[in-house]
């Protein structure tokens, strides 16, 4: 496992932006697949977006698609997902995960398919 902190959460007006980082613990960081989930109140968690491991090739959930990015800064251990024009339906506590031993180009977005989480971060988005 690996130790995962996010940070940058907040309250915005519709149409804003905000950028969440997932700063990881370890000396690994390169070879780990990584992901941002989120669950709003009453819902159940839900896939956000997903970078692969061997490539930083990136992956979304459709809701969000062309208006979120994830990416990765090796160097820092840290990943972001920077959100452009937020929705009031984006407002949910915001999870990164981490799966410290991913297998080959496989793209992970279920939740049990990752073995690390940090605590969450809230975003909300008023309209």
């Known amino acids: 496992q690996v130790q995962l902190v996010e940070s940058g959460g907040g309250l915005v007006q519709a149409g804003g932006s905000l950028r969440l980082a997932c700063a990881a613990s370890?000396?690994?960081?390169?070879?780990?697949?990584m992901g941002w989930f989120r669950q709003a109140p009453g819902k159940e968690r839900e896939f956000v977006a997903a970078?692969?491991?061997?490539?930083?090739?990136?992956y979304y959930a459709d809701s969000v698609k062309g208006r979120f990015t994830i990416s990765r800064d090796i160097a820092k251990n840290t990943m972001y997902l920077q959100m452009n024009s937020l929705k009031p339906e984006d407002t949910a506590v915001y999870y990164c995960?981490?799966?410290?031993?991913?297998?080959?180009?496989?793209?992970?977005?279920?939740?049990?398919?990752?073995?690390?989480w940090g605590q969450g971060t809230q975003v909300t988005v008023s309209s």
């Open positions: 995960a981490g799966n410290t031993r991913p297998r080959g180009i496989i793209v992970y977005t279920k939740g049990y398919e990752y073995d690390s």
């Open positions: 370890g000396r690994t960081f390169s070879s780990y697949a």
């Open positions: 970078i692969r491991w061997s490539d930083s090739s990136a």
